[in-house]
């Protein structure tokens, strides 16, 4: 879904969105937000990893750059150490993507491939409506079956399923 198309970079890093939008080669493109079960389990992540591992920086929806024209908002991201700018050029150490339902999934997938080039160590995507979790790495996309989602590297970072999918009934 096309917002505007052919902004800018400047105008799109210099102009606040709401809610906001990513930006792939010149367009404004929407995301899924505000739904209930994405937030609950947005906020699940995000005060779990917050809570468990207070070395590390857990931001909701923070402006990454993937390429030199896109930027993308993942729903939760981990960093290591605060940015320079107002937005992340690096890459981040995780990104964590929320499905709803009326997501597309080969535009997810573009996406995930996009944090998979930029050099994200560690690419999570949890299904709301299905509960179910999976890590993308090298183009696939392989659900895990076990309790938890674990990352690779150092620091090592770990949510259960339980903390994730917390007050769903």
């Known amino acids: 879904m ?13 102009t606040s969105y709401d809610p906001d939008v990513e930006y792939v080669d ?7 937000v505000g ?8 906020r ?3 005060s779990a990893l917050d809570r468990k591992y207070p070395h590390i920086y857990v931001m909701p929806e923070l402006r990454c ?7 993308r908002l993942p729903d939760v991201c981990v960093v290591l150490a605060p940015p320079n700018t107002d ?3 690096d890459a981040a150490f995780l990104a964590i993507e929320i499905l709803s339902g009326d997501e597309r999934m080969s535009r997810t997938i573009a996406k995930l491939d996009q944090y998979d080039r930029k050099g994200v160590a560690n690419i999570w995507v ?4 299905l509960r179910k979790m999976s890590v993308f790495s090298r183009g696939t996309l392989g659900e895990i079956r076990d309790d938890r989602l674990v990352t690779n590297g150092e620091p090592r970072l770990e949510l259960t399923r339980e903390e ?3 007050g769903l009934n």
Not at 2 to 14: A, D, T, W
Not at 26 to 32: F, H
Not at 65 to 71: K, L, V
């Open 2 to 14: 096309s917002v505007e198309p052919l902004i800018s970079l400047q105008q799109y890093l210099n």
């Open 26 to 32: 010149g367009v404004l493109v929407e995301r899924n």
């Open 35 to 42: 739904k209930w079960l994405h937030s609950l389990i947005q």
């Open 44 to 46: 699940n992540i995000v």
């Open 65 to 71: 750059q993937t390429t030199a024209t896109r930027y």
């Open 87 to 89: 937005y992340l050029l």
């Open 126 to 129: 949890i299904d709301s409506e």
């Open 164 to 166: 994730i999918f917390r």
